[in-house]
């Protein structure tokens, strides 16, 4: 398995969800939503890439790293703890039934920006691309978000918010849950927002059409630990 990933150790520094939510409603979290969607759909990158608020379900370690895979029996994507051993990722639990095999490489979907607007990875997905696509971040398009970043910090908490590779191209709703039970958080798929839980209404990922609108695309609720 193909790694060469930067590991993420600012994770655990990272809010849990109700701290990440408290500061995103209090600091107009929402226009800094807005502001970065407006900068993704000017550089025509809004079918690829996502607004998401950045929070944590659990704790990792120094040696983990998050990573999304498909679970074989349901379908459903699963974020859990990967450890590094041997100078390789391998899943964190020895029941993990994901569906994963020596030619999958780990590759960022996730990253948030730090100290003046550096956009770092800090979730990972499990994937068949062997190759980590820099055409997601053009080299205009890394300055222009760096420089609302920068301007967004003075009136928002930005350190909430986060960029999120996207690619539900369909009109499906997601929403997050933990298992109690393993660290792992799953995201199911229902066709419309009235099969959420009533406890899950929290936005979590915004999408943009090509006039700027944000969309919901996945919600999160009772996962703050
Ligand atoms: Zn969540």
């Not at 960022?108 to 980590?132: S, Y």
Request: net charge negative; hydrophobic share 35%; aromatic share 10%.
């Amino acid at each position: 398995m193909s790694l060469g990933v930067s590991r993420a150790q600012i994770y655990k520094f990272l809010p849990n969800f109700s701290q990440s939510v408290q500061h995103f409603l209090e600091r107009d979290g929402m226009e800094a939503v807005k502001e970065l969607g407006n900068i993704i759909v000017r550089y025509k990158l809004h079918s690829r890439l996502a607004v998401c608020l950045v929070h944590t379900h659990f704790s990792l370690t120094e040696s983990e790293i998050l990573v999304e895979a498909e679970e074989i029996e349901t379908g459903v994507k699963i974020s859990s703890p990967w450890k590094l051993e041997d100078n390789k990722f391998i899943p964190w639990s020895t029941t993990n039934r994901t569906k994963i095999h020596q030619t999958m490489c780990i590759l960022p979907n996730t990253w948030i920006f730090q100290g003046n607007g550096d956009l770092n990875p800090i979730e990972f997905e499990a994937t068949e691309n062997e190759i980590n696509d820099d055409s997601l971040f053009p080299k205009e398009f890394v300055s222009s978000l760096t420089r609302s970043y920068l301007m967004l910090k003075q009136f928002s908490d930005v350190s909430v918010l986060g960029i999120r590779k996207y690619s539900n191209k369909s009109n499906h709703f997601r929403y997050e849950t933990s298992r109690l039970e393993e660290r792992a958080n799953c995201t199911h798929i229902v066709s419309s927002m009235d099969k959420i839980p009533a406890s899950k209404t929290i936005p979590t990922i915004w999408y943009f059409d090509d006039k700027c609108i944000p969309y919901p695309d996945m919600f999160c609720g009772a996962c703050s630990i």
